[in-house]
């Protein structure tokens, strides 16, 4: 167990749709990195916020945003949602200075628009 | 760009039999090279972290280490609990993010 947690484990819905993906970090983390894995792209880097603020964006489409909230927990919201868009969404966490470096994956969040 | 390849997409071994995995990485300034182990249906699971060439790293059964080109996993004497993804990911001086390979699949059998 990381200590990152995602809610929910499964998601499905229809094309058109807008969905909200939850993730909390590892207690006494600051930064949360979003995630795409689809079975022809790999794990794709999205987003990552570090204390509230956005610090880098990866392929994130525009119909996809975050945030990170005061208690550090972060959503990811997809809206607009195409079939293509089925995908496991995975959070990371990480820790500040040297503990940063290594980022811990969530169990993830199994999407499937239909 | 970043770019890592792994290989090979997949391999099967009979419990015992050791082997390695590659994982090639082009980057623009190497902040850390990472591996991770995935289940199925699980989130990768964090392995090892190497900056260096030259650095080695072990844990149990595993062994990571590190070229200015490349990176290798051997496995020495698995068993069939080692069955997994294992991900290779670099990440580069210019940002936090980590670039992953596409993984290689490891299926061992008793």
């Known amino acids: 167990d990381s200590g990152v947690t995602q809610t929910p484990k499964h998601l499905i819905t229809a094309t058109g749709q807008r969905v909200t993906l939850r993730c909390s970090p590892r207690?006494?983390?600051?930064?949360v990195y979003w995630y795409q894995q689809s079975l022809d792209q790999g794990l794709q880097f999205l987003i990552q916020y570090y204390n509230g603020e956005e610090r880098a964006k990866g392929n994130i489409l525009e119909r996809f945003s975050a945030q990170q909230f005061p208690d550090l927990h972060s959503e990811l919201n997809l809206s607009s949602l195409e079939l293509g868009d089925s995908a496991l969404y995975f959070c990371?966490?990480?820790?500040?200075?040297?503990?940063?470096?290594?980022?811990?994956f969530g169990p993830g969040t199994r999407l499937l628009v239909l | 760009e970043d770019q890592v390849t792994q290989s090979p997409e997949a391999l099967r071994l009979q419990e015992g039999e050791s082997s390695s995995l590659n994982c090639s990485y082009t980057v623009s300034g190497l902040r850390g090279l990472f591996w991770y182990r995935q289940d199925p249906g699980k989130g990768p699971e964090f392995l090892f972290t190497l900056y260096s060439a030259g650095e080695e790293k072990e844990k149990e059964r595993l062994k990571a280490t590190l070229t200015k080109k490349e990176s290798f996993l051997h496995i020495t004497a698995p068993k069939p609990e080692d069955s997994a993804t294992y991900l290779c990911?670099?990440?580069?001086?210019?940002?936090?993010?980590?670039?992953f390979g596409k993984g290689t699949s490891l299926l061992v059998t008793p």
């Open positions: 990911a670099v990440r580069s001086n210019s940002g936090y993010a980590l670039n």
């Open positions: 990371a966490s990480s820790g500040t200075g040297l503990a940063s470096e290594t980022q811990y």
């Open positions: 207690s006494g983390d600051l930064s």
